[in-house]
């Protein structure tokens, strides 16, 4: 089943009555495992990505892996940026392969908020990416994240959820009714009645950060209150160091072992969380009432003219980095024809997150900069063609 658009998957969920769950891979054992869990649950799934945990591997390597993981799951897959720091970070993992991404500003003041949070709003929609922010704070308690997310817990307002809802143009809005990230030291106090408020007072699908630690009955009452979209990483984590530090054995095994036991214990506790948050057995229906997430091919076949012969290596060196850089814009390569009497010499290959991503590259100043103070006056002979990719 392909990639699919993350905001159609939410949709879908809200209108079924279910949440997706969103896990955080740390590497490509947990990719494999959370997709895998997902499939034997038959439900849809999104991968998430935490920009905390960039330090423990390599995003774009891994990001790579799970678009090609994603493209062959069994369920509907959406990528996403988890806790993104602002316009670079989204900028950056729209780029390497997410569809969906969070602008995390909620430690800030609320105008600053707003302002960080509605500049990727601005860059990610343009590309057609949809936009989570979060208003509220959620701390961090015990365990691997809570250092990430230090300082007191802020309730989500319902009154400043509205203001904040329509100043951001957000897609999706976390709150903070209760949970915290990492583990939990006492069952946690939810505030059912806030969430409803919430949920009754804006019209985008509700998230919940810091799934772990919840009884399956909180996670369910979440749900009925609102929520489409679940965070869950410690409860994954702790399982994984508890299974490998059991598996591992340095005499008469090596650390494969280790790998197997996580990627064991991961798969079974997203298959099982999926179970409780009603996502399971929806992957076909969701399937048919989402879109297809579709890259697009921008290619440009041309040929140099005569007076830029000294020059078309510099040329090129330019378009690379300038291309590169706009948003929406994946991956920029050039090609020289195989054989000499080929009707066009170069071509550039430039891949697109989405097809509203082709509309901002072709208005974008860095690329109109290039392509009129560069490219044009030098490749007048020149084809270009718009693919949609579209997916097996
Ligand atoms: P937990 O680690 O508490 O499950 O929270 C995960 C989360 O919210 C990731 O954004």
Redesign the pocket.
């Known amino acids: 089943m392909p990639l699919m658009r993350l905001d159609d998957l939410l949709k879908h969920a809200r209108a079924e009555g279910y949440a997706v769950g969103?896990y955080?891979a740390v590497d490509s054992t947990f990719l494999s495992a959370i997709i895998a869990g997902a499939e034997s649950a038959d439900a849809p799934v999104i991968v998430?990505f935490?920009e905390s945990h960039f330090t423990h591997y390599d995003f774009p390597v891994l990001m790579g892996a799970a678009v090609v993981a994603a493209r062959r799951a069994r369920v509907p897959v959406a990528l996403f940026l988890?806790?993104g720091k602002g316009l670079d970070s989204a900028i950056d993992a729209i780029r390497h392969g997410a569809n969906g991404v969070m602008a995390d500003a909620s430690h800030l003041p609320f105008e600053e908020n707003v302002a960080t949070t509605r500049a990727v709003v601005e860059m990610a929609h343009a590309v057609g990416v949809p936009v989570e922010g979060e208003l509220g704070y959620?701390p961090g308690v015990e365990?691997e994240?809570a250092v990430l997310h230090p300082g007191e817990m802020q309730m989500t307002s319902p009154a400043e959820a509205v203001r904040f809802v329509a100043e951001t143009d957000v897609d999706f809005l976390a709150v903070s009714i209760g949970?915290?990230?990492?583990r939990m030291r006492d069952e946690s106090q939810l505030d059912l009645d806030r969430l409803a408020a919430i949920a009754a007072a804006v019209s985008v699908p509700l998230v919940i950060?810091?799934?772990?630690?919840l009884t399956d009955e909180q996670l369910r009452s979440l749900i009925a209150h609102g929520v489409t979209k679940l965070?869950?990483?410690?409860?994954l984590?702790d399982l994984a160091a508890a299974a490998a530090a059991a598996a591992l054995d340095p005499v008469n095994a090596g650390c494969t072992a280790g790998i197997d036991a996580v990627r064991a214990v991961v798969a079974a506790e997203v298959a099982r969380t999926c179970e409780v948050f009603g996502a399971a057995g929806q992957s076909t229906a969701a399937l048919a009432g989402c879109r297809p997430w579709q890259e697009v091919e921008h290619l440009v076949q041309f040929n140099w003219s005569a007076d830029a012969a000294g020059s078309a290596a510099d040329f090129e060196r330019q378009g690379r980095a300038a291309l590169l850089a706009v948003p929406g814009v994946r991956d920029v390569q050039l090609g020289h024809a195989l054989r000499e009497d080929a009707r066009y010499r170069r071509a550039w290959f430039i891949r697109l997150a989405s097809c509203e991503a082709e509309g901002a590259y072709m208005a974008d100043p860095a690329h109109l900069k290039y392509a009129d103070a560069v490219f044009r006056p030098h490749a007048g002979d020149r084809l270009k063609i718009d693919y949609r990719i579209v997916q097996a």
């Open positions: 969103a955080d998430s935490a988890d806790h959620v365990g994240d949970t915290i990230h990492g950060h810091g799934g772990t630690g965070n869950y990483y410690t409860a984590s």
